[in-house]
């Protein structure tokens, strides 16, 4: 069945450091593939997302791309911020028989940014 | 915003008592999932709805119920509550026609069973 992997965390930086957080896929087909945030005490936030080989997905300075040759989709951003402390998770989108999607997770990667 | 309200938002129960779980939608959104949240697992599909009365299993079914009679009200039930079942579970909804993958959380409920 369909997978995503996560690099492990926590991860802790220091403000305007350089993020990467590693994802990878494993899946029949051509799926979606999606990070979301998780602000603590909240639910999940669309973060970005990209849908076919080669797309660019990007938000509030967050970038992940979507390359099937790797299957990966790392999410990076330049300079992070104390704001951006939260928990990350990678996904993909099973599309179902019935139509709709269903999302496989990776395990989350928390983020903390000190000042 | 997608309009997503999940009620109650925190519940304490006992072993071996039913619970039922109330997910909200205010737009007529045709696609709804129930997900639990666990440490080391990500979030994992329980149940979904793909129209009123149409539902599926997902990944970890077993020991919950789902049931949709109309189109804004998901529940998710606990027929009979065992500690594993502890959790924070979360509700999602997907746009239909023009985006099916995307999916837009509910604020969750977090569940103990003692």
């Known amino acids: 069945g369909d997978s995503v992997t996560q690099m492990e965390g926590p991860v802790t930086l220091s403000e305007e450091a350089f993020l990467t957080i590693n994802c990878t896929y494993t899946?029949?087909?051509?799926?979606?593939l999606f990070w979301y945030v998780q602000y603590p005490g909240e639910g999940l936030q669309l973060l970005l997302k990209a849908t076919k080989a080669d797309d660019k997905g990007s938000n509030k300075g967050f970038e992940a791309t979507y390359r099937k040759e790797t299957t990966s989709f790392h999410l990076e951003k330049g300079s992070v911020q104390v704001s951006d402390s939260a928990v990350y998770f990678c996904a993909l989108s099973d599309e179902g028989e019935t139509s709709g999607s269903r999302l496989t997770f990776g395990e989350g990667t928390q983020l903390t940014v000190n000042p | 915003d997608a309009g997503i309200t999940q009620s109650p938002r925190h519940k304490v129960t006992e072993t071996g008592t039913p619970v039922t779980l109330r997910c909200h939608q205010t737009e007529n959104h045709r696609y709804m999932y129930w997900y639990r949240q666990d440490p080391g697992h990500g979030l994992r599909l329980i149940h979904y709805s793909y129209g009123v009365k149409d539902t599926d299993k997902g990944e970890v079914s077993d020991g919950y119920s789902v049931s949709r009679s109309k189109t804004e009200d998901f529940l998710l039930t606990l027929e009979s509550a065992t500690s594993s079942q502890t959790s924070v579970y979360f509700c999602?909804?997907?746009?239909?026609?023009?985006?099916?993958?995307?999916?837009?959380f509910g604020p969750g409920t977090r569940l103990t069973v003692l």
């Open positions: 999602a909804i997907s746009l239909g026609v023009w985006d099916t993958d995307t999916q837009y």
């Open positions: 899946a029949t087909g051509y799926p979606s």
